[in-house]
């Protein structure tokens, strides 16, 4: 049974360009949660999708966007990068349609923007 | 926004000792968990907590969801190299299910 599985597993950008993240959830799983992770900090929560919505949102700015698709895999995109931008993006999925329950990570995208 | 505190920062012991770690909320949650994370990964869930004075272990692992529901520990027995790495605690505070706030983190490092 493949767990969450990230794509690519590093980058590199140039500042103001732009960026996809890819996630593919556990198998079963429907809900699909974005992290930042910065160096030495605890993942900060981005945003989470369920059916193909945008269901909750943390404090990040609207350079940050998603989609979910119908195989409920996800991306994250980011427009006009920022060198603070450079973090582990770690995607997290869960059980279906249930909040508040375990949320299993990937292995995260390490992003360095230069 | 809000924050969990997680203690110690660090922690740097001997093999075979035991070792406890703690997370404390100002708010209530609804679910613990607890994970341990390596350089370069994700983080990997060691135990999940869903009900207040709830105690669950895993292997050599103990962890226990606080009765005022703003707190949890975790405790290592007998520790081995192995357990080197990055704990953090993350919960679901009332009324945000969706949200998994973490605390920041507890290096362990386990001297042979």
């Known amino acids: 049974d493949a767990g969450v599985t990230q794509s690519p597993t590093h980058l590199i950008k140039t500042r103001g360009q732009q960026v996809t993240l890819r996630c593919s959830p556990k198998?079963?799983?429907?809900?699909v949660s974005w992290y930042q992770q910065a160096l030495g900090q605890g993942p900060q929560f981005i945003f989470q999708y369920y059916e193909e919505e945008e269901r909750q949102r943390g404090n990040f700015p609207d350079r940050f966007s998603g989609h979910q698709f119908p195989n409920y895999s996800s991306e994250l995109n980011v427009n006009a990068l920022l060198l603070g931008d450079s973090a582990l993006y770690l995607c997290?999925?869960?059980?279906?349609?249930?909040?508040?329950?375990?949320?299993?990570f990937g292995q995260g995208t390490r992003l360095t923007v230069v | 926004g809000q924050q969990l505190n997680q203690s110690p920062q660090s922690m740097f012991i001997q093999e075979g000792e035991d070792v406890s770690m703690n997370c404390t909320s100002s708010s209530i949650f609804n679910t613990w968990l607890w994970y341990k994370q390596d350089p370069g990964e994700g983080p990997v869930l060691l135990i999940a907590?869903?009900?207040?004075?709830e105690l669950t272990s895993n292997g050599r692992l103990t962890a226990q969801f606080g009765i005022t529901r703003k707190d949890s520990f975790l405790n290592i027995s007998a520790s081995i190299p192995s357990d080197v790495g990055i704990y953090f605690c993350a919960g679901y505070s009332s009324g945000n299910t969706g949200k998994l706030i973490f605390g920041q983190g507890t290096t362990l490092q386990v001297k042979p």
């Open positions: 198998s079963g799983h429907d809900t």
């Open positions: 907590l869903y009900k207040a004075g």
């Open positions: 997290a999925s869960s059980f279906p349609g249930l909040p508040g329950t375990e949320a299993f």
